[in-house]
């Protein structure tokens, strides 16, 4: 059953980082923006014949829609959204799941909180009474999804906030919720912590090269340096890839190698998710194999196994989990 769910959550991720953009051309505007307006006494009147109530605004999201929120925003549904939202200090009324995975770096923000589905079923919906629903992909609105959803509540949709820059995902997160300010000072704390960080591991690991890995059963992805836990090295930290890693990587949010390759990426250091943990065979197939036994990363004992939560996902309150990973491994 693991091994089932991980599968399902490589298709998940690779689906919506590859095809997320594709399938959310249904939208008026899939170029929009979600530039909000404040709905004033004027502007209802000419639209709707009244006023619209003191606090309500109007943003377009993503996809062109025109989404009316709410004054107070007290219940916010956001699969795969959580990491943003807990940020901002707001608890969701279901949290992200495939089967009894769920995220356990937000654990400490989202204890006891109902598990659901990427694209939980209408009825579902209903019984979490949310004053704001927000999908983080254009293709969890299609076939008719969002039109069911906006009966419910406002729905607001991104073009695909997997590839998105995390910190406008954020940005735009905390205007929904009425919190910008507070969206900007945590992406300020944030930028200051990896400045921190990177001042101390500089003088560790000097000119080195470092690789992400995600080990699935029999398969070995390379993590693009430009997204999630690859973009907290590569960029904020400045750990780079080797040139070899960032050719495979082209074009690619993840790209599978075989075990006989791995050498010719000629990295220093090794961070591997093993998605296929606690004795799965497949895995281990790898992990003995001599090719990966004689990777200087590991005879060095640079190579180190880390959480696919945080280092498979690109919010705030991840990227913030993978620097202090990164510091307690390098330090240890």
């Given amino acids: 059953m693991k091994s089932r769910t991980s599968r399902i959550m490589l298709c998940l991720v690779i689906a919506a980082m590859t095809l997320g953009s594709a399938c959310g051309n249904t939208g008026q505007n899939a170029g929009g923006t979600a530039e909000s307006s404040q709905t004033n006494a004027a502007s209802g009147d000419a639209q709707s014949g009244s006023a619209a109530p003191a606090g309500e605004r109007t943003v377009t999201d993503e996809l062109g829609h025109q989404v009316k929120l709410p004054a107070h925003i007290d219940r916010v549904l956001a699969p795969y959204l959580e990491d943003p939202i807990a940020a901002l200090g707001v608890k969701p009324v279901a949290q992200w799941s495939s089967g009894s995975t769920v995220f356990e770096y937000l654990q400490p923000w989202l204890k006891d909180v109902p598990k659901t589905s990427s694209t939980p079923a209408v009825e579902e919906v209903l019984a979490y009474q949310p004053d704001l629903i927000i999908l983080n992909t254009a293709a969890k609105a299609a076939n008719g999804i ?187």
């Fill in 146 to 332: 969002y039109e069911q959803y906006a009966k419910i509540a406002p729905t607001y949709v991104f073009q695909n906030g997997l590839t998105k820059d995390w910190k406008e995902v954020l940005l735009t997160v905390g205007e929904l919720l009425g919190s910008k300010d507070k969206a900007e000072q945590a992406i300020a704390g944030y930028e200051q912590k990896a400045r921190e960080a990177k001042r101390q591991i500089s003088p560790i690991v000097g000119d080195k090269k470092s690789v992400i890995l995600w080990i699935q059963g029999k398969s070995i992805y390379l993590v693009d340096s430009g997204r999630f836990s690859g973009a907290v090295l590569a960029k904020d930290l400045g750990f780079p890839f080797p040139e070899q890693a960032l050719v495979e990587t082209v074009g690619k949010p993840l790209a599978e190698l075989s075990l006989e390759t791995l050498p010719d990426l000629k990295a220093d250091y090794i961070f591997y998710v093993n998605q296929n943990a606690n004795g799965n065979e497949q895995t281990n197939l790898i992990l003995d194999n001599e090719v990966w036994k004689r990777l200087p990363a590991v005879q060095q004992g640079h190579a180190y196994e880390v959480d696919y939560g945080n280092w498979i996902n690109g919010g705030i309150l991840a990227n913030e989990k993978t620097i202090d990973d990164v510091l307690k491994l390098l330090k240890r």
